[in-house]
Every structure is written in C-alpha cells, then in structure tokens.
C-alpha cells in the first residue's frame, strides 16, 4: 500500500509571505498522480493543485506551485503572497492508476494578519 | 455543475444506534468514495464503489458498517451498531474515472456524527 507523509503538524506564515508545504509518499509505482486538497473549516475538501508524475515540469496555479521530485519522492506545496483566505488544513494525496486515493495526515496553516 | 450533495449535515446518537447517510455524486461521475475523517486526521478510505460495484471495502468495518449504491447513483452508508470511536465526518467523493487520467476528487460537505 502507498503511504503519505506530512510531517508539519501546524504552519504559520505572515500574510503577503511564501510558505513550503512538506510531503513524501512511499510508492512502488511508476505512473500516479499527486494532489494538493485544502480544507477550510467549513469541512468542504477543494482541490488546489494537480501533478502527473510522467511530467517532470511542475504544476503552477495561480499563487500555488509545486516542487515534484519524483526520485526523492517528495511532492511540497508553495504558497506565496498568502492571504487570509489560505488559512486551512492541507492535505497531500497519492493517487494510483486503479484512482484509489491515500491522504496524509494534514498540516493546518494559518495566515497571520 | 452541481456538487457532490450529503445529507445530513450533522447526526448526534447514542452508542448502540443506527444511522445511515447518504450521497449524491456529480452527475456522470462513475467512482463514488466514502471516507471517515477523524478530528485531526486525513480522510481514511471506507468503501469505493465503480458504478454500483465495490472496488475496495478492505477498511470498512464490516460487522458494523455496510453502504450500497444500488442504481450506480447515490449511495448510502450506514452504522449499525454505532460505537463512540465513530465520531467523525463522514466525507462523499465522487470521480469521472477514466482509466490513465487524473481524474480528480470532487468532496461533498461531509457529515458530522457525533456518537454519546
């Protein structure tokens, strides 16, 4: 089975500054998908940012970027210019070509005025 | 497009009751999922259904949980006897599933159940 690892509890960041969101999965696959999930406090999972691991080109959305190093097997989230709308838990996901999706355990970020 | 629906938004019951919930996928998505979310936790994987077949229950506590999906639409999860280690949020996710993509998650709100 694949595992997920987020070893940040809890993050804070000033708002306007850039935060690094930390993940790594342990897999023996060769092709999957990456996601990034917030979670505000309203529960509602949303999805933040997607990677193919065939693509070595990091995904960009906006303010979020992604660092994929696929031999490391490492998967961290940038935020900048964060705002207080960021503020949440994020959630990094596995997904393998049968689509079952595994979770880590969450850092809850807050954006401090 | 309209989200993935769950009802009830929040269930409070005694130990030793039942409760069911239910979902509503986003139309023409075939892979329905339902997660348990424990306080402080990721999303555990309970059930995932590919139209109305299970794909993967082996983390669903079967001598106290079921869930169906009958027509390959909505689907229901049920607790019977509910245990005080249940409180959680029950989270729906549903998927397009199209073999080789990346199909992502798309959650509902999720359900709230507290067990006394």
């Known amino acids: 089975a694949q595992t997920v690892t987020q070893s940040q509890p809890e993050m804070s960041v000033q708002e306007a500054e850039t935060v690094t969101l930390s993940c790594t999965y342990d897999?023996?696959?060769?092709?999957?998908?990456l996601f990034w999930y917030k979670q505000p406090p309203s529960r509602q999972m949303i999805l933040v940012i997607r990677q193919e691991a065939y693509k070595q080109q990091n995904a960009t959305e906006n303010r979020f970027s992604v660092n994929f190093q696929k031999a490391a097997k490492s998967f961290s989230l940038k935020i900048s210019d964060s705002q207080l709308g960021d503020t949440a838990m994020y959630f990094c996901?596995?997904?393998?070509?049968?689509?079952?999706?595994?979770f880590g355990t969450g850092t809850s970020l807050t954006v401090i005025p | 497009e309209a989200g993935v629906a769950q009802s009830p938004r929040y269930k409070i019951i005694e130990k030793r009751q039942s409760v069911a919930f239910w979902c509503n996928p986003i139309?023409?998505?075939?892979?329905l999922y339902w997660y348990q979310q424990i306080l402080g936790q990721g999303p555990k994987l309970l059930i995932q259904f590919q139209n109305n077949g299970v794909v993967d229950d082996s983390q669903l506590p079967k001598d106290r949980f079921s869930a169906e999906r009958l027509k390959g639409v909505d689907s229901t999860l049920k607790i019977q006897p509910a245990k005080l280690e249940d409180s959680a949020v029950y989270l729906c996710?549903?998927?397009?599933?199209?073999?080789?993509?990346?199909?992502?998650?798309?959650f509902g709100n999720g359900t709230r159940l507290t067990v006394t």
């Open positions: 996901a596995f997904m393998n070509p049968g689509n079952q999706f595994y």
């Open positions: 139309s023409g998505h075939a892979t």
């Open positions: 996710a549903s998927s397009l599933k199209r073999t080789g993509d990346d199909s992502p998650l798309h």
């Open positions: 897999t023996s696959e060769n092709n999957y998908y």
